[in-house]
């Protein structure tokens, strides 16, 4: 008896097998153009409030990826656990028309350009939320643990969330530089923190492997703040960071683009400050700084009157604290002068440390200098809001 293996098939003509092919390529195009109408129905019956935000998207992409691209990111927002495409398609349903693998190609295939649809994203934000006026924004890092031996880019880092002053936590992941926009909402008491760019800090033995320049997080931070400077040419941008992002750098930076940016940092008890370089005499080298200046811990340790105020807090509230103020222009060795104005704050309640601050804008009042930086915060809390 001749099994089902050993039966020969039929040998097709060249004609034949042309036939087959054009006969199946109509009948993709015409499930291709079934797809497109239904994702444009789909489209069409989505909320205004969505299409409002995700419609100027629509140029960094072709039209069939832009409409499937909205389709996802409203089920990431629906979806409960791991954001995947697989379960991004089991929440869409019957909502997501066409095969599945044509989701996961708007990630892997499809060409786009993530910088256009980056500028577009931001530039949406801004007229929705800071149409005029300055921008304020809030640079931190954050770390996501992936652990798998073939994770790119992973590596490892300290946690600032498990680590205290006395022990270390270290976690095998990513590390993004994440810079935010700060705005005010109606129905909250603090200000809300919207991601605008990321950029995946990698170990300097990571660099070295593959044959790049090494870059710090603030160094990563300056470059993101030089792209928003370089798309929104008319805007002015207020930058805090944490103290780890307080370097001479990132102050330099602000110093050359005095009227573009502003940085609002923590600072050095022992800060570096010195007066302005008296004027050439025609012999010798001429100086490049003036007399040291005393640090800001020594003035506040000498300083008889402090200014009493009340002043926006972290989380929200008001706080009485008592500060002391001066100038200076910072040195570092090789690198230019940076006039600064520094404030030492003391919490009068006593519950958190005292603490000194700093901005390169040095006609900034006390109280805006503070306030700026304690804005900052709420950076902390989108990072902890997207771990949950």
Not at 92 to 100: E, I, Q, S, V
Not at 176 to 200: F, G, H, K, N, S
């Amino acid at each position: 008896m001749t099994s089902l293996t050993d039966r020969t098939r039929a040998r097709l003509s060249v004609k034949q097998l042309r036939l087959r092919l054009r006969t199946n390529r109509r009948r993709q195009a015409r499930k291709a153009r079934a797809t497109r109408r239904r994702l444009e129905r789909i489209h069409e019956q989505l909320p205004k409030q969505v299409r409002t935000v995700l419609d100027p998207l629509e140029p960094a992409f072709s039209r069939a990826a832009h409409r499937r691209f909205i389709l996802l990111a409203l089920a990431a927002i629906l979806t409960l656990g791991g954001r995947t495409i697989n379960n991004l398609l089991r929440v869409l349903g019957t909502l997501a028309p066409g095969h599945p693998s044509s989701y996961h190609r708007v990630f892997s295939r499809d060409r786009w350009s993530l910088a256009a649809l980056a500028r577009r994203y931001i530039a949406t934000v801004l007229a929705s939320f800071v149409p005029h006026g300055p921008i304020l924004l809030a640079g931190d890092d954050t770390v996501t643990e992936h652990p798998g031996p073939h994770v790119y880019g992973k590596g490892r880092h300290r946690d600032p969330v498990r680590s205290t002053h006395t022990y270390t936590a270290f976690r095998w992941g990513h590390k993004w530089v994440v810079l935010a926009l700060l705005v005010p909402v109606p129905w909250a008491t603090r200000r809300w923190a919207l991601p605008l760019l990321i950029a995946l800090y990698r170990t300097k033995e990571d660099n070295a492997k593959c044959g790049r320049r090494h870059k710090t997080p603030p160094q990563l931070l300056g470059q993101l703040v030089r792209v928003l400077m370089r798309w929104f040419p008319d805007r002015t941008l207020v930058v805090t960071a944490d103290g780890g992002y307080a370097t001479h750098e990132l102050a330099e930076l602000a110093a050359r683009t005095p009227k573009r940016l502003t940085l609002v940092s923590l600072f050095y008890p022992d800060a570096n400050l010195v007066e302005p370089p008296p004027q050439y005499a025609g012999l010798g080298r001429p100086r490049v700084k003036g007399a040291k200046l005393p640090g800001p811990a020594e003035v506040v340790k000498v300083s008889q009157q402090r200014q009493a105020l009340e002043v926006a807090w972290y989380g929200g509230g008001r706080r009485r604290v008592e500060t002391v103020t001066g100038t200076g222009l910072w040195y570092k060795g090789g690198r230019p002068l940076v006039n600064v104005r520094w404030v030492f704050v003391h919490d009068r309640d006593g519950t958190h440390r005292d603490g000194y601050f700093f901005t390169t804008d040095a006609t900034m009042s006390v109280t805006s200098l503070i306030e700026t930086y304690t804005a900052r915060w709420n950076i902390e809390t989108t990072f902890e809001e997207i771990r949950s």
